[in-house]
Structures are given as structure tokens and as C-alpha cells.
């Protein structure tokens, strides 16, 4: 099978596991709202994101074995594979360890840092346990079958398992919640679906991988890279869950509970690009482990075309339509106030610079350039702290997510000029010219929904006004591509037939 068939094989599988998990994401939020209120909402929410930073104790050995796994795999280096497998599982289970025992000290602390009437402290504490467990789950069993199906480009295996997980768990907490079953144990059954996964996997792994052997020798020195692997998870984390933290601290739950349904746009919008980036590090790893440099040049300028052109058309549909979504989305609701404009523009603006070094960070974790990076990640961490706490104590909300946008807007412009210094095959002016026309492109697309005030007040013709705006988007990217990308577009075509 070709790269470019397990590309489509991987986006494939990964596209239908966006599109569940967009409709559960979609889903579960309302369920809350309309059962349990934004209060309960914005605190499973706030606990969940403390339980995301735990995961560091990983400190980026995910990335660090798929890193190390691309060789040996392209080898077929059996006794390697098995070697490094080992000392990942070893790694593994000494973090989550460490995991579980944050996590208890979580389940003490936290009930007395938060005020809700709607649980009392014993229960607040319990559901911290129980949304632990998932994580828990994800160092013992998960984590060392995701590395090697990851590094072995074999992504739509763990999709499929992640579909059945998302339909189990979703089923779940709807059926449950609607029977009116208190909030914690119906996130305690809905355990169960976490288990199904892990169970899936491992007996895939188990038939498809009988040569590795657990009792090989670990080579641990494979996974040095794995420190400087840890800044680019911390930034990752601090990108998705810093905004919720901060409004922890500086706001209430119920403005929790409003960043959380602003952002289940951006969770779309990442999920339908995620379809394009499934398993793209791991093949970007493949040519580079294989030293194919003229391959990854032709290979990165239409992967990166591609992408652009995908998010400047999502993004410009999604200023234009966010809001009409939102006050649908929230009809009903009336213990907070959802109608906010300004959140709706400035969080899809966040999204768009957030998105818009992708490519290029692509590239930095296939070629493994973790060390190199790390005071560029740490001085974007530091903006993204200082402006966030700043900004989000002067202006609220939306001074937090302003203070990511700068965190974003400093780390695309400095990958431009990071990535050709390591892999000269990288052009820097044709990158700053993508990305402008990107931006470009976002605000024409938006345009037309300053002139023309449709009144969108139900679902069917949020749909249809959706579907319209999409049309146009595509056009106004096709008449783009035809015009000032037209070879690069060939390229592309002749490598799908």
C-alpha cells in the first residue's frame, strides 16, 4: 500500500470519526444544559481540563516513541520495535502512576476552590475520580497501541475504535441523563465505553503485531527525545485548556459553561481538519526517516495548498455563521447570557492564527525537532500565560482568548522562519504568501454577511443560509487556485487518480 493510499485510508476513517464526534460534542453540552443547567456544565468542563493537564506526567513520550518507531518500522526491525515498545510501556505505567496520584490530590482540593449549589463537596470530589479514570486508562492500556498504530500509519484502526467509544459513551450519558440519574454516575457507567476501546485495540494490537515481545531488553535511550518532545505537548495543552483555567480562576462556572458552547465551533472546525491530518506526521516521518527530500518538498507544497485553502474557506464560513449557531444552539437557555458577538469573532480569529501554523508544526514533529524548539514553545507559553491572566482580568472572556491569539500569532510567524533553517526544502516566501492569502480569503468569504442581515432563527434555515455560504466559499477558493496556484493544483490532481 503507497503513502498516498494510506493517506486517504487514514483521512477516510478519521473523517467519520470527526463527524461523530462533532455530533457527540454537539449533543452532550445540550444535554447538560437542558438536564443539569450551565453551572454543571462549566464544572464538568473546568474539571476536565485539570485532569488534561495531569496528562503531562507523559512529559511527550508519545511523540517521542512514534518518533522512534519510524525507522526501525520502515526496517522492519523486529527486536527494535519490540525494544522500544517495551520501554514505552515501562514509561507508561510509572506515569500514570504519577497520574492517579494527582488526580486523588485533585478530587481533595478542588471542591473547596469552586462554588456550585447543584453538588455537594463529596460529590464534586467523586466526579473528579471518575473523570480521572478515562486518563488513568489512556496510560495503562491506550497509550502504547495508539504510538505504534500511529508510527506504522495504521491511524484509521484507532478512529474505528474511537467511533464505537464516542457512540457507546455518547448512547450513555444522553439515556441516562434524560432518566434524570444524578451527573456522577452517569459519567461513572459511561466508563464503560472506555474500556470497550481499550479492549478493541489491544486485541487488534495482540493479532497484528505478534512478533513484539514485552520482555525484551527496553531501550530507553531511543526515547531521550522525550523531554524535548514534552514543550510541544505542554503548548498543545495550554492552547486547548488555558482559556478554561483562566476563566476558572477570574470568572464563574457559568462563564465556563459559555467559552465551552463558543468553542464547540472550534472543536468542529478542528475535527473537520483533523480528517486531513490524520496520520500526516507519521507519513511526513516516513519520507523524511527515509531521507526522500525530493519527495517531501513536491509531497509539503500541496499538503500545505491543500490545508490552506480548506481553512481559509471553513474559517470565512464560520465568522459568517457562528453566532446565528450559537443563539440557536442556546435557544431556551436563560441562566447566562450566550448572545456575544465579539466572543464569536474574536475565538474563530483565535482559531484561524491557532490553525494556521500547522502545517509547519507538521513538520517539526516529524522530523523530531522537539529540542530546538524549546524556547520558541516557551516564550509562546509565556505569552499565552501572561497576556491571558492580563487581558482575562481586565476585559473577562474575551481578554483571555485575545491573550491566546497573540500566543498564536507570535508562534506562526516564527515557525516560518524555523522550518526552512532544518529543512531548507521548505520555501519561507511561499509560506508567507499562503499565509496571507489565507487571511485574505477568511475575510472575503465573510464579507457578505456584513451587507445582507438574514434572519436566521431556526436550524433548517441555519442549514440552508450554512450550505449557501459553503457554495460560495468554494468558489472563491476554486477562482483562487485557478489563478495563482494553478500548477501546484495539477500536481495534486495527478497524485489522487
Known amino acids: 500500500m503507497t503513502r498516498t493510499e494510506k493517506f486517504l485510508k487514514n ?31 462549566g464544572l464538568i468542563s473546568s474539571i476536565t481540563q485539570f485532569i488534561n493537564y495531569f496528562m503531562l506526567v507523559e512529559a511527550g513520550l508519545s511523540a517521542a516513541v512514534v518518533y522512534s518507531l519510524y525507522k526501525p518500522l520502515a526496517e522492519k526491525d523486529y527486536i527494535k520495535i519490540s525494544s522500544i515498545v517495551t520501554a514505552a510501556k515501562n514509561f507508561y505505567n510509572k506515569s500514570g502512576y504519577m497520574f492517579v496520584g ?98 478493541l485495540l489491544y486485541f487488534f494490537v495482540k493479532k497484528h503485531y505478534n512478533y513484539l515481545n514485552y520482555n525484551e531488553i527496553p531501550d530507553n535511550k531511543a526515547l531521550d527525545k522525550r523531554w524535548d518532545a514534552l514543550y510541544m505537548q505542554i503548548i498543545g495543552v495550554v492552547n486547548s485548556g488555558l482559556p478554561i483555567l483562566l476563566a476558572t480562576l477570574f470568572t464563574n462556572l457559568k ?30 516521518g516516513d519520507i523524511i526517516a527515509r531521507k526522500e527530500y525530493k519527495n517531501l518538498k513536491k509531497a ?8 490552506y485553502l480548506i481553512i481559509a474557506g471553513i474559517h470565512g464560513v464560520s465568522f459568517a455563521m457562528i453566532m446565528s449557531f450559537i443563539l440557536i444552539y442556546t435557544k431556551g437557555i436563560t441562566d447566562v447570557n450566550y448572545n456575544l458577538p465579539w466572543t464569536g469573532f474574536i475565538i474563530v480569529l483565535n482559531s484561524l492564527m491557532y490553525n494556521i501554523k500547522t502545517p509547519q508544526g507538521m513538520l517539526t514533529i516529524a522530523a523530531g525537532l522537539y529540542k530546538e524548539s524549546r524556547n ?27 491573550g491566546m ?85 495539477k500536481s495534486i490532481i495527478c497524485r489522487f487518480r
Not at 483521512?11 to 443539569?36: C, E, H, K, N, W
Not at 450554512?466 to 501546484?488: D, K, P, W
Open 11 to 41: 483521512s477516510a476513517s478519521t473523517a467519520l470519526l470527526q463527524v461523530i464526534t462533532m455530533l457527540s460534542g454537539f449533543i452532550i453540552p445540550r444535554v447538560m444544559l437542558d438536564i443539569y443547567g450551565s453551572e454543571i456544565n
Open 102 to 199: 494527582l488526580t486523588i490530590c485533585l478530587a481533595g482540593i478542588y471542591p473547596f476552590f469552586v462554588t456550585t449549589n447543584e453538588l455537594s463537596l463529596v460529590e464534586v470530589g467523586i466526579l473528579v475520580l471518575v473523570l480521572g479514570v478515562s486518563g488513568a486508562l489512556e496510560f495503562f492500556t491506550l497509550a502504547k497501541y495508539r504510538a505504534i498504530l500511529t508510527a506504522d500509519q495504521k491511524v484509521y484502526i484507532i478512529s474505528l475504535a474511537s467511533i464505537i467509544y464516542v457512540i457507546v459513551n455518547t448512547s450513555i450519558i444522553v439515556v441516562l441523563s434524560y432518566l434524570n440519574v444524578n451527573i456522577v454516575l452517569v459519567r461513572a457507567i459511561a466508563l464503560l465505553s472506555v474500556f470497550l476501546r481499550s479492549y
Open 255 to 284: 462563564t465556563v459553561s459559555v467559552y465551552v458552547v463558543f468553542n464547540l465551533v472550534i472543536i468542529g472546525i478542528n475535527g473537520i481538519l483533523g480528517v486531513f491530518m490524520g496520520g500526516v506526521s507519521s507519513t511526513f
Open 300 to 307: 509539503y507544497n500541496e499538503f500545505q495548498l491543500i490545508y
Open 376 to 402: 520558541r514553545i516557551t516564550l509562546q507559553t509565556a505569552i499565552a500565560i501572561i497576556f491571558g491572566m492580563l487581558l482575562g482580568y481586565l476585559y473577562g472572556l474575551n481578554g483571555i482568548i485575545a
Open 405 to 489: 491569539l497573540l500566543a498564536n500569532l507570535y508562534r506562526a510567524v516564527d515557525l516560518i522562519f524555523f522550518i526552512p533553517k532544518y529543512i531548507p526544502q521548505i520555501s519561507k516566501t511561499s509560506t508567507i504568501y499562503r499565509m496571507l492569502s489565507v487571511i485574505i480569503l477568511s475575510f472575503i468569504i465573510y464579507m457578505p454577511m456584513l451587507f445582507l442581515h438574514i434572519e436566521i432563527n431556526n436550524l433548517v434555515i441555519w442549514t440552508i443560509s450554512t450550505i449557501g455560504m459553503i457554495i460560495y466559499a468554494c468558489m472563491i477558493v476554486s477562482i483562487y487556485m485557478i489563478l495563482f496556484e494553478r500548477n501546484t493544483m
